[in-house]
């Protein structure tokens, strides 16, 4: 995990450490065996896209304490599951994404071209 690359093909940045993202909770989206989810699009949250997951069933809004979860607001940055990425993009409310904190498996399910459509210019 410490050679992993994004998108670009370059070595993968820190999407968030605050709140603390990533499916290690070490804010890089990385991926590994138990990671099913695929934790790996480095997005910046909407409103629409915040709403659009709380209705499929994953509410990112409301905090958790007992996981040390705060909840998302508009803004956050936060590692999207791929496929999640791909449905909000499919109902058009796909959020912005970092390519560089972006893992390449994101690739495995979504197109680089339709990522790059939704860069963030940091």
């Known amino acids: 995990m410490t050679d992993a690359k994004n998108v670009l093909g370059t070595d993968l940045i820190l999407c968030c450490s605050s709140p603390v993202t990533g499916y290690?909770?070490?804010?890089?989206?990385?991926?590994?065996?138990?990671?099913?989810?695929?934790?790996?699009?480095?997005?910046?949250?909407?409103?629409?896209?915040?709403?659009?997951?709380?209705?499929?069933?994953?509410?990112?809004?409301?905090?958790?304490?007992?996981?040390?979860?705060?909840?998302?607001?508009?803004?956050?940055?936060?590692?999207l599951c791929a496929s999640r990425w791909q449905e909000a993009l499919d109902f058009g409310v796909a959020p912005p994404v970092i390519l560089e904190a972006t893992h390449i498996r994101a690739l495995e399910v979504v197109n680089l071209e339709q990522l790059k459509q939704y860069a963030l210019q940091e």
Do not use: M
Not at 24 to 38: A, E, K, L, P, S
Not at 49 to 70: A, C, I, K, M, Y
């Open 24 to 79: 290690y909770r070490d804010g890089y989206c990385r991926t590994g065996g138990q990671d099913y989810g695929v934790h790996v699009v480095c997005a910046q949250v909407t409103p629409e896209f915040l709403e659009f997951t709380r209705l499929q069933g994953n509410d990112l809004s409301t905090p958790v304490p007992q996981f040390n979860f705060p909840g998302l607001k508009p803004g956050d940055r936060w590692c």
